[in-house]
T-cell receptor, first 114, second 112 residues
């Protein structure tokens, strides 16, 4: 079955510390991969996406993610977290053709300590 | 200009009532979606329309009926509301399959 797993429900980091949010997927073939961020009371905003090519993807707000095919992972990283990064982060996959059916992980809530 | 706008932002209603949520996108996208986000933040696809044609219809009670009068609009009508319908409902659009989703800011539905 197709699924996206985000093992960490909550993560707390200090401002200025580095961050890594984990995402693993189960899919028939390599899908398109996304990270979205949701601030309180808002819709989701795209941080970055992987379609093909370079496995290290740069996104907005200083985020990057690395696709590892052998581990079926697409972890999100940021070298130095800012207080404004506190939000809910969602990993998602989408098929490379046809169905339009995006599958989201359950989200990781990031708390940033001053 | 808001790319994907949905109204209302908040909806509080009694059990058994019928309510609608409206969504409009000005991005020229062909595909629109309704997602339901529960209290644990889990996002689940409900429906998707491509050029006014229903292409995804997940296991959703038939009290929920989407309607797409044109490809820029996708409305959601809910009959006989139940307590379990309380959630945040997000409208989204995309240019094509696999392209990034643009989300509205959500409608928080509370059924009392």
């Amino acid at each position: 079955a197709q699924s996206v797993t985000q093992p960490d429900i909550h993560i707390t980091v200090s401002e200025g510390a580095s961050l890594e949010l984990r995402c693993n997927y189960s899919y028939g073939a390599t899908p398109y991969l996304f990270w979205y961020v949701q601030s309180p009371g808002q819709g989701l905003q795209l941080l970055l996406k992987y379609f093909s090519g370079d496995t290290l993807v740069q996104g907005i707000k200083g985020f990057e993610a690395e696709f590892k095919r052998s581990q079926s992972s697409f972890n999100l990283r940021k070298p130095s977290v800012h207080w404004s990064d506190a939000a809910e982060y969602f990993c998602a996959v989408a098929p490379t053709s046809g169905t339009y059916k995006y599958i989201f992980g359950t989200g990781t809530r990031l708390k940033v300590l001053a | 200009d808001t790319a994907v706008s949905q109204t209302p932002k908040y909806l509080v209603t009694q059990m058994g009532n019928d309510k609608s949520i409206k969504c409009e996108q000005n991005l020229g996208h062909d595909t629109m979606y309704w997602y339901k986000q529960d209290s644990k933040k889990f996002l689940k696809i409900m429906f998707s329309y491509n050029n006014k044609e229903l292409i995804i219809n997940e296991t959703v009670p038939n009290r929920f009926s989407p309607k797409s009068p044109d490809k820029a609009h996708l409305n959601l009508h809910i009959n006989s509301l139940e307590l379990g319908d309380s959630a945040v409902y997000f409208c989204a659009s995309s240019r094509a399959s696999g392209e990034k989703l643009f989300f509205g800011s959500g409608t928080q539905l509370s059924v009392l």
